[in-house]
T-cell receptor
Framework: QKEVEQDPGPLSVPEGAIVSLNCTYS??????FMWYRQYSRKGPELLMY????GNKEDGRFTAQVDKSSKYISLFIRDSQPSDSATYLC??????????????FGTGTQLKVEL | ETGVTQTPRHLVMGMTNKKSLKCEQH?????MYWYKQSAKKPLELMFV???????ENNSVPSRFSPECPNSSHLFLHLHTLQPEDSALYLC??????????????FGQGTRLTVV
């Protein structure tokens, strides 16, 4: 079983739609959850970061974590063509020697069409 | 720009070649990482360095050899690679944070093709 499962898509939506991206994870010890966005030919960039369960909102983006069901979600309101990218969910855990290990899902490719 | 610069952006090498990937960060971070991103697979952590010391080797084959001369620079030396090693190699940096909650900044990656 993969530690973080994510539907790879692709997902195609019309401009203005509400997008829902989801992941599940297996390790109940995970406390930190992140969403990265990766444009084509670029490295991933952090979009949202959540600690434990709950919601976090930033502009058109809302991240949700439900630790009881080990479910991570990202909602994008009023989606724009510039949101077209691959969205990667990840969990973060500290390493004994310092630094952190990010465990990623495979990423969901999103295309927002005019 | 994220403050993490990787060179080269693209690399094609034969299986008998030796090459190196370079990463430089100007963010004042002390933890640096190599990740591998293969098609249709999740990003996979390869190595972690914290204050120039290697703290994690995620069972990476010895044909990949990392080097961290200081907290701002990270190298990945490559030799006798296989075609299945073709992937996007991403460097990242962060503040060291034991609790797990710190942002990692990624470079643009080096697209490696082994022929």
């Amino acid at each position: 079983q993969k530690e973080v499962e994510q539907d790879p898509g692709p997902l195609s939506v019309p401009e203005g739609a509400i997008v829902s991206l989801n992941c599940t994870y297996s390790n109940s010890a995970f406390q930190y959850f992140m969403w990265y966005r990766q444009y084509s030919r670029k490295g991933p960039e952090l979009l949202m970061y959540t600690y434990s369960s709950g919601n976090k909102e930033d502009g058109r983006f809302t991240a949700q974590v439900d630790k009881s069901s080990k479910y991570i979600s990202l909602f994008i309101r009023d989606s724009q063509p510039s949101d077209s990218a691959t969205y990667l969910c990840a969990t973060s855990e500290g390493l004994t020697g310092g630094g952190n290990k990010l465990t990623f899902g495979t990423g969901t490719q999103l295309k927002v069409e005019l | 720009e994220t403050g993490v610069t990787q060179t080269p952006r693209h690399l094609v090498m034969g299986m008998t070649n030796k090459k190196s990937l370079k990463c430089e960060q100007h963010l004042g971070h002390n933890a640096m990482y190599w990740y591998k991103q293969s098609a249709k697979k999740p990003l996979e952590l390869m190595f972690v360095y914290n204050f120039k010391e290697q703290t994690e080797n995620n069972s990476v084959p010895s044909r990949f050899s990392p080097e961290c001369p200081n907290s701002s620079h990270l190298f990945l030396h490559l030799h006798t690679l296989q075609p299945e090693d073709s992937a996007l190699y991403l460097c990242a940096s962060s503040h060291p944070q034991d609790l797990g909650g710190t942002e990692a900044f990624f470079g643009q990656g080096t697209r490696l093709t082994v022929v």
